[in-house]
């Protein structure tokens, strides 16, 4: 068991136990699932790294840290996280939005990446799930019931998250015309954006298999590809899809508007926001006693509903 | 201990009879026998009657039916769990999914297939070969172990240090919960509404609901592959390359370790060529693009020479690397050779302290007079030390457990966690209070009261009985004798 440190006891007396809560981090997602409710208390989670471990390849992070911040320091030992990085967006907004970095095809999605978590219960107290290990089955899996919680089941004042290698090489290029189903087949495609006519590719890996791969985009029949700085401008809505939907989301999506798709995962991001997903009555029940389980008053982030997330 | 016939069990025998057919209900003392216990050492379960439902409606129905006779329900795949988790507490009605083994589509646009629970993991895998895909975790049971089981215990396996263990590769789960509905928990979207509850589900050990069908993905065969074999002759060597591999920032799809008296027994029994003479040997398998692999291999093989390797083989071809991946495998079985009984154990450190835990476990079963194997998943820092030993030897279980017990403990005092990949069953359950606090365990309480309102599935397990109150109570209601009564 832990003794948690006085940065973090702070946190848990400033979130007290009464009275309708939440945490502003950087406000990148802050309508996500909902408006909060009027009169709702705002604190800020600490911030800071408590530890990174480059041999065990995991950051122990407060969660009110930027994760552009977070990733500068990791990039000095060749290391990085899932998270997505934001202007402004910190680690506990990524976590408690749930929504999985641009490169998720070679990083893998938030959800995976949240090894221990300790958080403020809504009683004011602090608990703790998950391991401090990067493999644990030990108990329930609070950690990925927290991952896109949006914060209304608990607020996280510290999280142990996994790394990954840089790639030795990392490249974004763009392809016009390519079909991005071959992009996808690359062995380097950590993330393979389409929107309709073009395709964008970020190749991350050792330079050898990143030169095969582009030079097997560069086919005869194909335009060559160019060098640009990263991902095309993101229409700002996010629709979740499958990827057989995302793959073929040009025809049949005309209330999307311009799109651009993450083929091999089924974002979709859109200049329209997506319809409400049909939710089944059973799950809509489950999520409900959920939320009554953990936070029996609702002062945790009351208005938001994982559930109205897009 | 054989379990004994309940006088109330012929009107529960005969509606369950009713509900699914008679040829899928056995209640007789054999039948109810092999579904009272594991492959764990824990020889306490005492199942009821045992049901063999074919689809969900079964499940349904003999829900239904032991919630009207006041029974809870336990699932059980393979029984291969080496935790207690399948072994049934308080006469419960056990539901056997070894009868719903299908494999119901193979969706390659979205990377996913739909299965029964009841399939063996490696028939799942063989049934996806000529797609190029597989499933990529594979726990040392795989011949045997179902799908629905590696849900319920979130299984790892040696390719799970790159791949992940089984949450990372269930995309959607069909469960029935203890009120008898059934919903879908995840969906094949890249970012599901709502709480992430197939991730709460998976790992949840049966005592959230009855898994009848899971999405699971399906993982890309890798263009090449490269096994390799490094040789020390001081485990210190050999857990220190561990740690030199993971900080030069590579990541093998696997890297196992086993010690000489494993190595000993495993040559004996597999003849997979491993030098008998070794203090240790490390597996390590790198896949990907080839050329990466082949730089990631030659950087491999220079860290363990920087770290006095004896010799560095690679694997020459697919014979030769399933030789050596057979000598693994075989680990468990290959004990039988050095003592008639063994004592599995599961933890997991920070892999940077894999060299002083080593230390430390030879030092604690000297001090108790045991043997020991070690064949774990080092790359991760999963220990898997084998206690083998001779229970006919007056005190041998007992040396055995405060061994056991003196392990847990160094784990959780080096950082570590209870269990990798086991899962916490009976047999951690009252070591959860040592590794998470009261308000940590009454956190996940809720998690699973959340699911199971009135622990009526496969109750009594994972959680220490002070914060399992219901459990006892359901337990009481359904057997008057009662496990712990």
Known sequence: MTEFDGVLRTFAAEVGSDGPVCVRGGGTRWSLGGDLSPGTREVTAPAGIVAFEPAEMTVRVRAGTLVTELHEDLAAAGQRTALPERAGGTVGGALMAGESSVARLGLGPVRDALLQVRYICADGRIASGGAGTVKNVSGFDLCRLLVGSLGTLGLVGEALVRTVPVGEVERWVRLPGADPGAVRSCHTAASVLWDGTDVWAFLSGYGVDVDEDLSRLAGPAAEPPTDVDGPPDLPPHRWSCTPEQAASFGSGNGAAGRFVAEIGIGVVHASEPQPARPVDPGVAELNQRFKERFDPTGRLNPGRDPLRKP | ?485
Not at chain 2, 191 to 200: Q, V
Not at chain 2, 207 to 212: Q, V
Not at chain 2, 372 to 381: E, Q, R, S, T, Y
Request: proline share 5%.
């Open chain 2, 1 to 485: 201990m054989t379990p004994q016939a309940s006088a109330g069990d012929a009107a529960l025998v005969a509606d369950l009879e009713a509900a699914i057919g008679a040829d899928r209900v056995r209640a007789d003392a054999a039948a109810r026998y092999l579904a009272s216990r594991d492959a764990s050492i824990y020889r306490e379960g005492n199942a009821g009657p045992v049901c063999y439902p074919g689809s969900t409606a079964d499940v349904v129905a003999c829900v239904q039916v032991a919630t009207r006779h006041g029974r809870a329900v336990s699932p059980r795949g393979a029984g291969t769990g080496l935790a207690g988790g399948a072994a049934p507490l308080g006469q419960p009605v056990v539901l056997s999914t070894t009868r719903m083994d299908k494999l119901l589509e193979i969706d390659l646009d979205n990377g996913v297939a739909w299965v029964q629970p009841g399939i063996v993991n490696l028939d799942l895998t063989r049934a996806l070969a000529p797609h190029g895909v597989h499933y990529a975790p594979d726990p040392s049971s795989q011949a045997a172990c179902t799908i629905g089981g590696n849900v319920a215990n979130n299984s790892g396996g040696p390719h799970c240090l790159a791949y992940g263990v089984t949450s990372a590769h269930v995309l959607a789960v069909e469960v029935v919960l203890s009120d008898a509905s059934v919903v879908t928990l995840g969906d094949l979207t890249a970012e599901p509404t709502g709480y992430d509850l197939r991730g709460a589900f998976v790992g949840s050990e049966g005592m959230c609901g009855i898994a009848t069908t899971v999405a699971v993905r399906l993982t890309p065969n890798p263009p090449a592959v490269r096994t390799m074999l490094l040789c020390f002759d001081d485990v210190s060597d050999a857990a220190a390359t561990v740690s030199a591999i993971i900080a030069a920032g590579i990541v093998p799809a696997a890297i196992e370790m086993m010690d000489q008296r494993c190595v000993t027994a495993v040559e004996r029994f597999a003849q997979a060529g491993y030098p008998e003479d070794a203090a240790a040997v490390l597996l390590v398998e790198v896949d990907g693009a080839a050329g990466g692999v082949a730089i990631a291999g030659e950087r491999i093989a220079d860290i363990a020479r920087r770290h006095q390797a004896m010799s560095v083989r690679t694997a020459a071809d697919d014979d030769e690397r399933a030789r050596l991946w057979k000598g693994r495998k075989s680990a468990f079985g290959a004990v039988a050779n050095v003592m008639p009984d063994y004592y599995l154990h599961d933890t997991v450190v920070p892999r940077t302290r894999l060299v002083e835990v080593l230390d430390s476990i030879y030092e604690i079963v000297d001090r108790h007079d045991l043997l020991v194997l070690n064949v774990f998943h080092a790359g991760d820092g999963n220990l898997h030390p084998i206690l083998a030993y001779d229970s006919r030897v007056p005190g041998a279980d007992e040396r055995v457990h405060a061994a056991g017990r003196e392990i847990i403990e160094l784990a959780l005092d080096m950082g570590g966690a209870l269990t990798g990949e086991h899962g916490i069953g009976v047999e951690k359950r009252e070591y959860m209070s040592r590794m998470f606090s009261a308000v940590d365990l009454d956190q996940q309480s809720r998690l699973r009261a959340s699911f199971d309102p009135h622990c009526r599935m496969n109750p009594g397990k994972v959680l220490p009985s002070a914060h399992s109150c219901s459990d006892i109570g359901a337990l009481r209601a359904s057997d008057a004798a009662g496990v712990w009564g």
